[in-house]
């Protein structure tokens, strides 16, 4: 397993990362709930027992911040854990300015206590869009940092604007974005705009759900371009006796776009060929140069929360 520093924030950690919605809730296109508790925490085991040294949770992902803590507890080989913040109201409402600080007061108390810990590693705002920072919830989030509950805290965005905006702040530290083969919007701008600020870089959505995986021939009609698109990607990585899911990671992993990148599951099997795809390294460069012809421009498409609400089949 290849170790990264993350950004500037003397964060050392696996470049792979584990994603843990899929312990707490329903996600995904299959929204296939959770497993049993002891299957997660096995999962989380295996994850650090395979290299794995970054863990992505947040508080609104169901019970996965409790099944981290329990999974890690005080354990020796505890892995970086990074933890979000949503800045909205129990009904899924934004909360008004005035309201956040002492949200986040609360909420980074009740990260600490589920993750079993005295201070989060990386706390992130939890789906940032647009500008989304103004001079209190900076100050908020750094209080944290100042305090000793956090270590280092960023945001995880949607879209253009909102990693933008997060560059404007210096005491950003820590940027995640989308990124995938079929979604390389913040290549030209944002991530040489980071890397130059020392910004510690995490890649999510690199299988865009599993778009980029055998569930591409799954897609409802609505989804016809992108399971196009992912259809192109399959036969170049077939013409490399590649599976698409592996060539998806390798490419966000080698290509140099971010520090970590982090990919979601509640399977075994999953995990361990994720494992193994990382193993490999760097997909050819006339892979790499074969897929910048593959692209989606549409927003909407690239956007999960803007996908249709009609689960595919479970595995
Ligand atoms: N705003 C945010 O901060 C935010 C938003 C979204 C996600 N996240 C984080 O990012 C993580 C990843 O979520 P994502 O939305 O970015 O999805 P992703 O990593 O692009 O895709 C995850 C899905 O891909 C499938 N998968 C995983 N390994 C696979 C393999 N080897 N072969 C085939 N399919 C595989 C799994 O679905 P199946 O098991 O159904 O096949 C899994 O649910 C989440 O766990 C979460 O921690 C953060």
Redesign the pocket.
């Known amino acids: 397993m290849k170790h990264v520093e993350l950004g500037t924030t003397r964060i050392q950690t696996s470049c792979l990362g584990?994603?843990?919605?899929?312990?707490g809730l329903p996600?995904?296109?299959?929204k296939?709930p959770p497993p049993a508790d002891n299957v997660c925490i096995e999962l989380l085991h295996q994850a650090v027992a395979g290299g794995i040294s970054y863990i992505?949770?947040?508080a609104a992902?169901g019970r996965?911040e409790e099944l981290v803590g329990r999974a890690f507890g005080s354990r020796a080989d505890r892995p970086t854990i990074a933890t979000?913040v949503a800045l909205r109201d129990e009904q899924g409402r934004p909360l008004a300015a005035a309201d956040q600080r002492q949200h986040i007061e609360a909420s980074v108390q009740r990260s600490l206590r589920l993750l079993q810990t005295e201070r989060l590693d990386i706390l992130?705002i939890?789906?940032?869009a647009d500008a989304f920072l103004h001079d209190e919830l900076v100050g908020a989030m750094q209080d944290m940092v100042d305090r000793g509950m956090v270590g280092a805290w960023g945001a995880?965005?949607?879209g253009m604007a909102a990693p933008a905006d997060a560059l404007a702040e210096a005491k950003v530290r820590v940027l995640?974005i989308?990124y995938?083969i079929l979604d390389r919007r913040l290549s030209a701008q944002i991530l040489p705009r980071a890397r130059n600020n020392g910004v510690g870089i995490v890649l999510?959505?690199?299988?865009?759900?599993?778009?980029?995986?055998?569930?591409r021939r799954d897609l409802p009609d609505s989804m016809a371009a992108l399971a196009r698109a992912a259809e192109s990607a399959a036969q170049l990585a077939a013409e490399s006796d590649l599976?698409?899911?592996?060539m998806?990671?390798r490419f966000a992993l080698y290509g140099g776009a971010g520090d970590v990148t982090?990919?979601?599951?509640?399977?075994e099997?999953?995990?361990?060929?994720?494992l193994v795809?990382c193993e490999a390294g760097p997909l050819p460069p006339d892979l790499v140069a074969a897929l910048e012809t593959i692209d989606i421009d549409d927003p909407e498409l690239l956007n999960?929360s803007a996908w249709p609400d009609q689960p595919?089949q479970?595995?």
């Open positions: 584990l994603g843990t919605v899929e312990l996600y995904g296109l299959s296939e992505d949770t947040a992902y996965s979000k992130k939890h789906s940032a995880s965005t949607y995640q989308a995938s999510r959505s690199v299988f865009l759900q599993g778009v980029l995986s055998d569930r599976s698409l899911s592996d998806a990671l982090i990919v979601g599951t509640a399977h099997e999953e995990l361990r060929q994720n795809a999960p595919v479970a595995k």
